[in-house]
Structures are given as structure tokens and as C-alpha cells.
Nanobody, 122 residues
Framework: QVQLVESGGGLVQPGGSLRLSCAAS????????MGWYRQAPGKQRELVAR???????IYAVSVRGRFTISRDNAKNTVYLQMNSLKPEDTAVYYC????????????????WGQGTQVTVSS
């Protein structure tokens, strides 16, 4: 089994910064893709940023130049540094892991974190 623990959300003023973390634990050998999604009230969940073990990263157009995704493979942790935050960034942020190879050799997909609230408001 794999467990995900997210942290780092909160209330911040427009223009401020936050750093989200998502740590995976369990019998993990490797993780191919680690990403962040968000869901605002009344809206569909959307991709914010995604990073693969091969070094490919993608960002939503709305966050390019402001958000940075990074990962520490030794700690099975993915981060999202969010700068120049705007009120429209307000949402619940979820981490998602794909293609998790376990120590026993099995492959698991679509692991979601519990979500962390980010509120940007003055």
C-alpha cells in the first residue's frame, strides 16, 4: 500500500507565496509521474503541473512563470512552489502519483492525496 500526505496549504494575500509538499510512503521502488491538480468551487479538477522521472515537466498556462514543480526521488516527495499568487488560484490542491513501482514489482496508478486548501485573499 502507498500513503500520501500533503501539507503546506493555507491563507495568503495576493502576490504572496506558498509551498506545497506531498510525501509518499510505503513499499515504493520508483514513481514515474508526480503531479499537482486543483479544484475550485463549482469547477472541474484541472492539472496544475506534472513531472516525470524522465525530466519532463508540464504546466497549466495559467501558472507558467509563477509555479514550479520539483521532486525529491530519494524521499518520494513532490513539491509545488507557488509565487505571485492570485485570487483565482484559490482551490483545493491535490497531488497525484502515477506508475508507482513497488518493491514487489507490481505497478499502481492514480494515487491521490487528501487535498490541501489554498486561499488567496486580502
Amino acid at each position: 500500500q502507498v500513503q500520501l500526505v500533503e501539507s503546506g496549504g493555507g491563507l495568503v494575500q495576493p502576490g504572496g507565496s506558498l509551498r506545497l509538499s506531498c510525501a509518499a510512503s510505503g513499499s515504493i521502488f520508483s514513481i514515474y509521474a508526480m503531479g499537482w491538480y486543483r479544484q475550485a468551487p463549482g469547477k472541474q479538477r484541472e492539472l496544475v503541473a506534472r513531472s516525470t522521472s524522465g525530466g519532463t515537466t508540464i504546466y497549466a498556462v495559467s501558472v507558467r512563470g509563477r509555479f514550479t514543480i520539483s521532486r525529491d526521488n530519494a524521499k518520494n516527495t513532490v513539491y509545488l512552489q507557488m509565487n505571485s499568487l492570485k485570487p483565482e488560484d484559490t482551490a483545493v490542491y491535490y497531488c497525484k502519483l502515477d506508475q508507482i513501482r513497488t518493491m514487489s514489482g507490481s505497478m499502481m496508478n492514480d494515487y491521490w492525496g487528501q487535498g490541501t486548501q489554498v486561499t488567496v485573499s486580502s
